[in-house]
T-cell receptor, first 114, second 113 residues
Framework: AQSVTQPDIHITVSEGASLELRCNYS??????LFWYVQSPGQGLQLLLK??????LVQGIKGFEAEFKRSQSSFNLRKPSVHWSDAAEYFC????????????FGAGTILRVKS | DTGVSQNPRHKITKRGQNVTFRCDPI?????LYWYRQTLGQGPEFLTY????????KSRLLSDRFSAERPKGSFSTLEIQRTEQGDSAMYLC???????????FGQGTRLTVV
């Protein structure tokens, strides 16, 4: 079955430390890939997206993500986390052959300790 | 443009009552989506419109749920005979014609008591 997996439900990092949030997908072809962030009680904001080309994509707020076809992964990274990055992060996939819609992972809650 | 707007932001209703939510997308965005999000889960697709046509519905959308987008602008999502299991955040998103980025509203949080 087609799915998006975010293996980590919670991650806690110290302010200033690096961050990597994992995302794996299972679709036949390479879908469009997205990372969204959601603060409590708010809607989702797009951080970055990958369609094709350079497998390392830059996004807003200093985030980047790397697409690895061999691993069906699209991990989100940030070199130095700020306290304001505490939020929930969602990986999402858009694969047209399965409908014109985004399919989301279950999310990873990021906690930042000072 | 103020982005995607959803009303109300919060709704508390008694089990068995009907509720209706409204979504105003970004103007001229022709695609509009409804998602449902429960605690600890990512958003789950419910349905989507291209202009006024409802093109896809999830199996999650039982016959108690109905969505409309009568003039291809705003949309409403109605839940009839609400159940406690309907308690969730209902998110609306819109996408421009030919675009790929979904812009989300802040959601309507429904609590069924």
């Amino acid at each position: 079955a087609q799915s998006v997996t975010q293996p980590d439900i919670h991650i806690t990092v110290s302010e200033g430390a690096s961050l990597e949030l994992r995302c794996n997908y299972s679709y036949g072809a390479t879908p469009y890939l997205f990372w969204y962030v959601q603060s409590p009680g708010q809607g989702l904001q797009l951080l970055l997206k990958y369609f094709s080309g350079d497998t390392l994509v830059q996004g807003i707020k200093g985030f980047e993500a790397e697409f690895k076809r061999s691993q069906s992964s699209f991990n989100l990274r940030k070199p130095s986390v700020h306290w304001s990055d505490a939020a929930e992060y969602f990986c999402a996939v858009h694969a047209m052959e399965y409908g014109n819609k985004l399919v989301f992972g279950a999310g990873t809650i990021l906690r930042v300790k000072s | 443009d103020t982005g995607v707007s959803q009303n109300p932001r919060h709704k508390i209703t008694k089990r068995g009552q009907n509720v209706t939510f409204r979504c105003d997308p970004i103007s001229e965005h022709n695609r509009l989506y409804w998602y449902r999000q429960t605690l600890g889960q990512g958003p789950e697709f419910l349905t989507y419109f291209q202009n006024e046509a409802q093109l896809e519905k999830s199996r999650l959308l039982s016959d108690r749920f109905s969505a409309e987008r009568p003039k291809g602008s705003f949309s409403t999502l109605e839940i009839q005979r609400t159940e406690q299991g309907d308690s969730a955040m209902y998110l609306c998103a819109s996408i421009a014609s030919g675009g790929t980025e979904a812009f989300f509203g802040q959601g309507t949080r429904l609590t069924v008591v």
